[in-house]
Nanobody, 123 residues
Framework: QVHLVESGGGLVQAGGSLRLSCAAS????????MAWFRQAPGKEREFLAS???????FAADSVKGRFIISRDNTQNTVSLQMNTLKPEDTAVYYC?????????????????WGQGTQVTVFS
């Protein structure tokens, strides 16, 4: 069992940056594939980026070059650095985890979810 808690959301002007963090508790965090998703009002939850136990990363085209995922296995945390934010990035951002693997992009691929943190980008 893995418990995830996101933090770092807030209100930011377009062009600005935010850093989201996800604190994980439970067993074997270092072996889990960690990911960030987001869900805007009226839209499906969208994959953003993932980082494997090996630290291999993958990012969706929509955020590649702007969002950077990282993890610290000593602190059991995963972060999402978001740069050059746009109003269309406004959404609830979720941290997710699954035991192992590298390339998983669907909501149903992940077993554990945080409660989400709101990010609002205004122009």
């Amino acid at each position: 069992q893995v418990h995830l808690v996101e933090s770092g959301g807030g209100l930011v002007q377009a062009g600005g940056s935010l850093r989201l963090s996800c604190a994980a508790s439970g067993r074997a965090f270092s072996t889990h594939l960690m990911a960030w998703f987001r869900q805007a009002p009226g839209k499906e939850r969208e994959f953003l980026a993932s980082i494997a136990a090996s630290h291999s990363t993958f990012a969706a085209d929509s955020v590649k070059g702007r969002f950077i995922i990282s993890r610290d296995n000593t602190q059991n945390t995963v972060s999402l650095q978001m740069n050059t934010l746009k109003p269309e990035d406004t959404a609830v951002y979720y941290c997710a985890a699954r035991p192992g693997g590298v390339y998983y992009f669907y909501v149903t691929d992940y077993d554990y979810w945080g409660q989400g943190t709101q990010v609002t980008v205004f122009s």
